[in-house]
């Protein structure tokens, strides 16, 4: 591999987990494979449970006895 493609492949590999999620985002906004909703105030959330089990210690737990 020349010196130019792997420059080419190490900045796309630092910029991967920002591409995962702004795809995942996207698929949020599109309403694609969301799987679960929040209703917070009436208002309610489409996401990803396996996005929000991530960011959140509890929510694992929650979710496997749901």
């Known amino acids: 591999m020349e010196a130019e493609e792997t420059m080419e492949c190490l900045q796309t590999f630092r910029e991967h987990h920002k591409m ?15 799987d679960i909703t929040l209703i917070v105030e009436g208002h309610h959330f489409k996401a990803h449970k396996a996005v929000l089990a991530a ?12």
């Open 20 to 34: 995962i999620l702004d795809r995942l985002n996207e698929q949020r906004e599109q309403d694609r494979f969301t």
């Open 55 to 66: 960011c959140s210690h509890v929510l694992p737990q929650i979710f496997s006895i749901l």
